[in-house]
Nanobody
Framework: QVQLVESGGGLVQPGGSLRLSCAAS????????MGWHRQAPGKQRELVAF???????NYVDSVKGRFTISIDYAKNTVYLQMNSLKPEDTAVYYC??????????????WGQGTQVTVSS
């Protein structure tokens, strides 16, 4: 069974920063891609950023230049550094990954979500 555990959410003022972390665990885990999605109240979940390998990254236009995704494969942990936060970044942030494990072929897994609130 693959589990994703997120941390680092919270309340921050506009212009502030937060760093989200997501640690994946599982037997014989082999990660191919990890990423972050977010869902604001009344809106659909949207992709924020993902990373393949160490340098193949992709961001939604609204966070380019402000957010940075990175990964530590030794720890199976993905990070999302969020700078210059705006009220419109307020959402529940979900980590996901595509991975092989003892559970079978390549599958997508999701974390439980962490709340990010940007407000003065």
């Amino acid at each position: 069974q693959v589990q994703l555990v997120e941390s680092g959410g919270g309340l921050v003022q506009p212009g502030g920063s937060l760093r989200l972390s997501c640690a994946a665990s599982g037997s014989n885990l082999s990660i191919r891609q990890m990423g972050w999605h977010r869902q604001a109240p009344g809106k659909q979940r949207e992709l924020v950023a993902f990373i393949r390998g160490s340098e193949d990254t992709n961001y939604v236009d609204s966070v380019k230049g402000r957010f940075t995704i990175s990964i530590d494969y030794a720890k199976n942990t993905v990070y999302l550094q969020m700078n210059s936060l705006k009220p419109e970044d307020t959402a529940v942030y979900y980590c996901n990954c595509y991975a092989f494990s003892d559970s079978g072929p390549l599958r997508q897994y999701w974390g439980q979500g962490t709340q990010v609130t940007v407000s003065s």
